[in-house]
């Protein structure tokens, strides 16, 4: 690269590194220092001084270099695209430079910061980079060899298949140049390069480049040699990386192991053993991946042969260590289970919502804070060996279960009850016969010394819940495959029974975090069955009994306990005194909180879940929960107004529970719309930067319109739905459920508006919907919705949507028969009707999906509907003549059958309905017309076809007769009298109206 023009200020540069030096002092305003930094960063050449400073200032510290490229790397992640291309230069050029200083923390650094360019700018776009990387692996020199490995390594972890593709002005791709020198490297006797080495190739595997297959494979079985050449290395970062890699190997290219399995198998079993924590982890990995491998079934006994070693291993390590932070925590958090918690205490509490038709109920999640160990891992992959292997498992881990479960060692019991919660559910035939001792041991756990103890009771407890419910309600067969006897089932439900109160009892002890998620487990298993039907008082006792109890952060499981059990008993909730019991403590709460405290955020989801349970029996809070609703949101509203940052969670939060609010309540929330604000307030909502909150916002507008749309902005919403569905915006992932939730909402609305206020808005939606029907990469719920927000712009406004039918009839068809019926899909095709009567001639050239829709209905309830889709089939039957045994025979026979239920319907209307036919396919202004009579009864077989050219077709209209039917089928015309109809290029045909097609 050719050396660029600019040159620091040095003035510039004593300035940024005085900064950088003070930052470093403990006792400076670090805040001060940053806002400065951050003035600093609004000078287009900021960066290069940074990178000058960098890679050139040897004369300063370490860590003032290191600051100087720190800040570099987050500047340059957000703004190294808008650089001028002389700076991008300048940096490339610069920091390049830095990869194989003799420094290993500006080495790391360098790594990092050409990661970073290399991510942001594109690795096609800077050739240098892989020829300075590709140059340094070729050194001798180990710092120049290290500091080309990091970045490398770094860029893998974040694009590694872009290292398969092309480089302009290079001849070879960068994974060709670099992966033989790669696995060369695995030999090095320096371990870090050693360690980087495998880093790098493990990550490439994920996209196996052409370079690491090779021709015939032989470069992956290069690499599988050399990983086991490594296989009791020194260092314990090699053999980490070499269990992942195998591990790896196993998952996505496990057909290069099938040889090799016995002796992989062997040294996993090793490794799991490892004395280091971490080297014992990667490889516990490694029997979960190859359950999950899909290898085939003659490969499962070789692992089988195994258990008998293996089993006690990962039950050896599933046992605490006395001085694990854990059991530290653990004991410290029963001890102050009454004192108020700090908020480094409290876990972030995130949202996931699902948009309209997506399917799924919402989900809330929690950041997983606990770290993933060697414990942990080992009893997920006991569960996943009792998936594979079932009730074979039982032989080896009963008696190592039993010895433990008496042992005075507290560790050794729980790791007992670990593993059997473990296997609980893939050797639950097995277990069966033991339910009895199992229960019996159990519950008297729950009140062990050692909260730990009690702690994992409650979860090995919840794991029984599917099977004690299914047991009880008889839905589970025995171990030999038989129904469970009566006497089995009423056994079950009183275990079911005792498991209930075992875990109830624990809610007001020291584990009340296991104790709530065991709760809720048993409530969403046993729903409204015989198990916990008649339970829900004294669950709802216990639970409300802990409301008062529970401090910040176990009273958000208990909310979520709280959801779960109206979620899972629903309507059975409404009664009077659960009522009572339940909502005005949990107003309360929220009136505690106030409306900017984020421990709101699980309450309002707790709430959400208990209002759509109770539905009408909601109202006498409708007004409270509504108007604290709006509150919330016009107060976030008027923050962002004032400049105040806003957390757009509690606008989510309460749009949700206004949506269920208005779902369950119906027309009675109404007067709460017209009093409040809501119109205004949604305008803006519709209008956020943030997709989820106009996700949200849509998905209120769609309830709103369908009980109030009178007191909506339905023209101005219909304006901003309309460009969440632009190409532009649908191209963003993150725009997807919003764009859904839009879609939605127009179909609700157009149906709502007068066809006057609809016509205008109609192009300039459709521009967007019709396109969306053939686009590939949409999911499916938003071209369901797209689907039938078409048909709803067509059933009000015909005439505007028609004229373009035929560029979107077949794609429209085929998404037609994806929907389920309901009244969506009705609205659908009674749009798809009023289209055809305006455009007939489209429904021809695509008659075969239009009767694959028609087809797709289960049962149509709109006997309207069934009428007219009749019509319209019996209609193209006629007018295809002599074409139609053709077209009929390309249909399937379910396809025939259901069009000839379809077209039964209204099929002794007579010849009014031919009339009627006639004029849907031939307009008034055509005047090529040939009268036709028709003699007799269609469905005596007795019909003959009669020319009459001498009669205009006035004179055929007056004169024409109805022949009729009775629901029995019997002929009520006289067969003298004639019927006459209009027809175009129809000469000589017979019509048999009553025929079935």
Not at 543 to 548: C, E, G, S
Not at 572 to 590: C, S
Request: aromatic share 6%; with cysteine.
């Amino acid at each position: 690269m050719a050396t660029v023009a600019w040159q620091p200020r040095q003035e510039g540069v004593d300035q940024i590194v005085s900064l950088l030096t003070q930052y470093q002092q403990a006792s400076v305003d670090h805040a001060q220092i940053f806002a400065q930094l951050q003035h600093c960063s609004s000078f287009p050449d900021f960066n290069n001084y940074l990178v000058f400073i960098f890679s050139s200032g040897e004369s300063y510290s370490v860590e003032v270099r290191q600051s100087a490229g720190l800040l570099l790397k987050n500047n340059l992640k957000t703004a190294f695209l808008t650089t001028a291309p002389e700076f991008q230069a300048f940096i490339k050029h610069h920091v390049l430079r830095s990869l194989g200083t003799d420094n290993p923390n500006i080495r790391s650094t360098t790594g990092t910061i050409v990661s970073v360019i290399a991510v942001t700018g594109g690795i096609a776009n800077w050739p240098e980079m892989t020829m300075a990387v590709a140059q340094c692996l070729y050194s001798e020199d180990p710092n120049h060899m290290e500091g080309a490995l990091d970045a490398l390594f770094k860029i893998c972890e974040d694009i590694p298949g872009e290292l398969d593709k092309a480089v302009q002005g290079l001849t070879d791709t960068p994974a060709n140049m670099f992966i033989p020198r790669l696995l060369a490297l695995f030999k090095s006797p320096h371990p870090q390069i050693r360690r980087f080495s495998i880093g790098c190739v493990n990550q490439m595997l994920t996209t196996m480049p052409r370079a690491l297959y090779g021709s015939q494979g032989e470069n992956l079985q290069l690499y599988l040699n050399e990983l086991f050449s490594l296989r009791n290395d020194q260092h314990k970062e090699v053999r980490k990386l070499v269990c992942s890699g195998l591990v790896l190997m196993l998952s996505v290219q496990p057909e290069i192991l099938y040889e090799h399995l016995h002796e992989l198998i062997q040294f996993m079993l090793q490794s799991t053993q490892d004395p280091d924590p971490e080297v014992a982890l990667e490889s516990c990995e490694f029997w979960s991946a190859f359950c999950e491998s899909h290898l085939p079934e003659n490969y499962a006994p070789i692992l089988k042969g195994f258990l008998p070693q293996l089993i006690p291993v990962l039950l050896r390590n599933m046992a605490y260590d006395e001085h694990e932070e854990e059991v530290i925590n653990a004991e410290a958090a029963e001890s102050h289970a009454d004192c108020p918690d700090r908020d480094q205490d409290i876990k972030p509490f995130f949202m996931q919502k699902a948009a309209v038709g997506e399917g799924g109920e919402e989900e809330e999640e929690e950041e997983e804070v606990n770290t993933w160990n060697l414990r942990k891992c080992s009893a997920a992959s006991l569960d996943i060996l009792s998936s594979m292997y079932g009730d074979e498992l039982l032989q080896y881990i009963l008696p190592i279960v039993q010895e433990r479960l008496s042992d005075a060692d507290w560790k050794m019991r729980e790791s007992a009850i670990l593993a059997v919660g473990a296997v609980a559910e893939g050797c639950a035939h097995g277990l069966l016969g033991f339910l009895a001792q199992l229960v019996q041991f159990l519950i008297p756990m729950l009140e062990d010394p050692r909260p730990l103890v009690r702690s994992i009771t409650c979860w090995s407890l919840s794991r029984f819940s599917k099977w004690l419910v299914k047991s009880a309600l008889g839905m589970m067969p025995g171990p030999d495959g038989k129904p469970v006897p009566p006497e089995q089932q009423a056994q079950a439900k009183a275990y079911g029974q005792q498991q209930l109160d075992g875990v109830l009892s624990a809610l007001l002890g020291g584990v009340q975090e296991a104790a709530c998620s065991a709760v809720a487990t048993l409530e969403e298993e046993a729903g409204m069955g015989s198990v916990l039907g008649p339970r829900v008082e004294v669950i709802l006792q216990h639970l409300m009994v802990a409301l008062t109890r529970y401090q910040r952060k176990n009273l958000r499981i208990l909310y979520d306990a709280l959801g779960t059990l109206a979620d899972a008993v629903g309507s059975a909730l409404n009664q009077p005194r659960y009522i009572q019991a339940l909502v005005p403590p949990l107003l309360e709460k929220w009136e505690q909180l106030g409306d900017h405290n984020r421990d709101l955020f699980p309450l309002l989801e707790c709430l959400k879940s208990v209002t759509g349970a109770l539905g009408p029996g909601f109202q006498p809070y409708a007004e409270t929960v509504y108007l604290k609703s709006v509150s919330l949101i016009q107060q976030q509203l008027q923050m962002k107004v004032n400049g105040v940052e806003v957390e757009k969670e509690f606008v989510l939060c309460a749009l949700d529970l206004m949506c269920v609010l208005v779902e369950g309540l119906g027309t009675s929330v109404e007067s709460l719309v017209a009093s409040s604000n809501t119109r205004e307030m949604l305008l803006v909502l519709c209008a956020d930067p943030h997709a989820d909150v106009r996700q949200g916002a849509f998905e209120l507008v769609g309830d709103l319109s369908k009980i109030c749309a009178s007191h909506l902005a339905c023209s101005e919403l219909f304006v901003l739905a309309q460009k969440n569905l632009a190409p532009e915006v649908l191209c963003n992932p993150e725009n997807m459920s919003a764009s859904n939730n839009a879609c939605w909402a127009v179909g609700e609305m157009a149906v709502k508006m007068s066809p006057q206020a609809l016509v205008p808005l109609v192009p300039l939606v459709a521009q967007h919907l019709i396109p969306m029907l053939s686009e590939e990469r949409l999911n499916k719920s938003l071209k369901e919705n797209t689907t039938i927000t078409i048909g709803r712009l067509g059933l009000m406004c015909p005439e505007q949507v028609a004229p373009a039918l035929g560029s979107f009839m077949h794609p429209w068809c085929m998404s037609l028969r994806n929907i389920q019926d309901d009244i969506e899909k009705e609205h659908a095709f009674l749009g798809l009707c009023a289209m055809l009567h305006q455009n007939p001639s489209v429904g021809l050239a695509s008659f075969v999906p239009l009767c694959l829709a028609v087809a797709s209905w289960q049962k149509m309830v709109n006997q309207d509907l069934h009428a007219e889709l009749g019509k319209i089939l019996r209609a193209y039957k006629d007018y295809l003549k002599d074409d139609w045994p053709r077209v009929w025979g390309s249909l399937e026979a379910p396809v025939r059958g259901k069009l000839g239920e379809i077209t039964a319907w209204g099929s002794r209307l007579g010849v009014t309905t031919i009339l009627l036919q006639a004029r849907f396919i031939y307009t008034p202004e055509d005047q090529d017309i040939l009268g036709s009579t028709v003699s007799g009864c269609p469905s005596c077989e007795k019909t003959e076809a009669v020319e009459d050219t001498s009669r205009p077709l006035a004179a055929c209209l007056t004169t024409s007769v109805s022949i009729a039917h009775g629901k029995a089928g019997k002929c009520l015309a006289q067969p003298e009298r004639r019927a006459i109809f209009r027809a175009k290029s129809m000469r000589g045909q017979v019509f048999r109206e009553g025929a079935p097609v």
